[in-house]
């Protein structure tokens, strides 16, 4: 008749082989100092090839960033594909290179006018890509862009997080999530154009100066101003950064605060034709010193001021609607996602004859404004 082992014996052997194992170290994790983290990536066009420019943060003693152990840095690799160029690059550094921190991908001006759509494929396929990762266009070429020395860290953080700050309605910045969905969809789209400029005491402005527009083949449609797309803002609910000038029939220039946007869209089908009307409420307060009291503006000028703001925004909407419907083809109003949730049945059966049926439909724009009075009197 055999022994009972205690079940104490058990215990102590799981034990034993547990510590065996926690000896062998983080047998499946990279040492810190063998890696490379890239945090912002670029794109130019380089005649057959591509320069791939990576902004980089690598550890030095694998200890925190306040002691100076990161070390924050841009290459460059020309090769025909990024995984060619993480290749080179691994090898030149003696280096995994890592992208669970990437935050930004710029493409260079010149190659954001080509089909530069097979090089963000790359990212959707590595699964350690942040999927909220923005993309963006950069004036110049993105060497340039990474290359700057207004700061003592990556550009590519703060452009991040200005992109995603700009766009508090989610219908300016553009992620790699959103962009995968819109190639998936087969949708237009656009993307924002971001700029730098030295502001003269070592330091660098980062600006969103425009955005491009592109078909649903991902092929460039054309460019809409800084101007433009402050106006398109206030379509996606989100308000501007600053003030908006309206001007009455006389010329004369307002300076108005939005305390708020409401937009809707509605589409029918006419003569076989996409009918969309897009009404706009807005809430503005004017900012301009005085009125006629010198404490804010008399209820006259203020409803001068709200009549005024209806036809400086609806002619300025209805001009950018005319222009993503005419010259570029691609609707920065987002027009065909409503027409595709609203009408699904007509939309399938013409959603390959799109761009070619949108140029050729009506878009009818009404504002509302309600102006409040005040204003800054000193």
């Not at 079940?7 to 052997?13: D, H, K, P, Q």
């Not at 790699?176 to 237009?188: C, Q």
């Amino acid at each position: 008749m055999s022994k009972k082992i205690p079940a104490s014996r058990f215990i102590l052997a799981a034990v034993a082989a547990v510590s065996v194992i926690m000896l062998t170290g983080c047998w499946d994790d990279a040492e810190i100092n063998g890696r490379a983290f890239v945090l912002g990536f670029g794109a130019d066009s380089a005649g057959s090839e591509y320069d791939f420019t990576f902004q980089l943060a690598i550890p030095i003693s694998g200890e925190s960033d306040s002691s100076g152990s990161i070390e924050y840095t841009a290459r460059t690799i020309r090769e025909q594909t990024p995984a060619a160029a993480v290749r080179s690059l691994e090898k030149d550094l003696g280096r995994q290179i890592n992208f669970e921190q990437l935050s930004l991908i710029v493409i260079g001006e010149e190659l954001s006018k080509r089909n530069f759509l097979e090089l963000t494929d790359y990212f959707f396929r590595r699964a350690s890509v942040r999927r909220q990762s923005c993309v963006a266009v950069c004036g110049g070429n993105a060497e340039d862009f990474f290359a700057s020395q207004g700061t003592d860290k990556a550009i590519s953080n703060e452009a991040a997080s200005a992109l995603q700050s700009y766009s508090s309605g989610g219908s300016i910045s553009m992620d790699l999530f959103s962009l995968y969905k819109i190639l998936i969809n087969r949708d237009e789209f656009y993307l924002p154009k971001i700029s730098l400029s030295e502001n003269g005491k070592n330091k660098v402005n980062l600006t969103i100066s425009g955005a491009s527009a592109y078909g649903r083949d991902g092929g460039y449609r054309g460019g809409i101003s800084g101007d433009e797309l402050e106006l398109l803002r206030l379509t996606c609910g989100s308000g501007t950064d600053g003030a908006l000038a309206v001007y009455d029939s006389q010329g004369k220039r307002y300076c108005c605060q939005v305390r708020q946007s409401d937009c809707s869209v509605k589409c029918e089908i006419s003569g076989g034709i996409p009918v969309f009307r897009l009404n706009l409420d807005l809430v503005l307060v004017p900012l301009d010193a005085g009125g006629f009291d010198r404490w804010g503006y008399s209820d006259e000028e203020t409803r001068h001021v709200s009549e005024s703001a209806e036809s400086t925004v609806k002619e300025r909407l209805q001009a950018l609607a005319d222009k993503s419907r005419i010259s570029s083809g691609s609707s920065v109003l987002g027009f065909q996602d409503v027409i595709r949730q609203r009408k699904p049945d007509w939309y399938a059966l013409h959603e390959n004859e799109w761009e070619s049926i949108y140029p050729r439909s009506i878009i009818i724009i009404t504002v509302n404004c309600t102006a409040a009075g005040g204003g800054i009197t000193k």
